[in-house]
Nanobody, 114 residues
Framework: QVQLVESGGGLVQPGGSLRLSCAAS????????MGWYRQAPGKQRELVATITWGGTTNYADSVKGRFTISRDNAKNTIDLQMGSLKLEDTAVYYC????????WGQGTQVTVSS
């Protein structure tokens, strides 16, 4: 089993920044890709960004140029630096770890509001 614990969500004004962190523990396979997904009310969960063990990243078009995903393989953590936040970024953000199956964190709320 793999456990994922997210932190860093909160309330921010449009144009502001937030940093999310996720720590993985348990039966970790270092080479497993990790990422961030989000789910807004009434919508399906969607990919935000992923990162491989080697540091290759992939972003949703809606966040390119505004969000940056990073990874610390030694600590089994990933971060998501979010900037120029928009109202439509409001969602619950979930950390994901994928090795044979998907593991999810409990989610952290990000609310962008004036």
């Amino acid at each position: 089993q793999v456990q994922l614990v997210e932190s860093g969500g909160g309330l921010v004004q449009p144009g502001g920044s937030l940093r999310l962190s996720c720590a993985a523990s348990g039966n970790i396979v270092r080479f497993a890709p990790m990422g961030w997904y989000r789910q807004a009310p009434g919508k399906q969960r969607e990919l935000v960004a992923t990162i491989t063990w080697g540091g290759t990243t992939n972003y949703a078009d809606s966040v390119k140029g505004r969000f940056t995903i990073s990874r610390d393989n030694a600590k089994n953590t990933i971060d998501l630096q979010m900037g120029s936040l928009k109202l439509e970024d409001t969602a619950v953000y979930y950390c994901n770890y994928h090795w044979l199956t998907d593991y999810w964190g409990q989610g952290t709320q990000v609310t962008v509001s004036s």
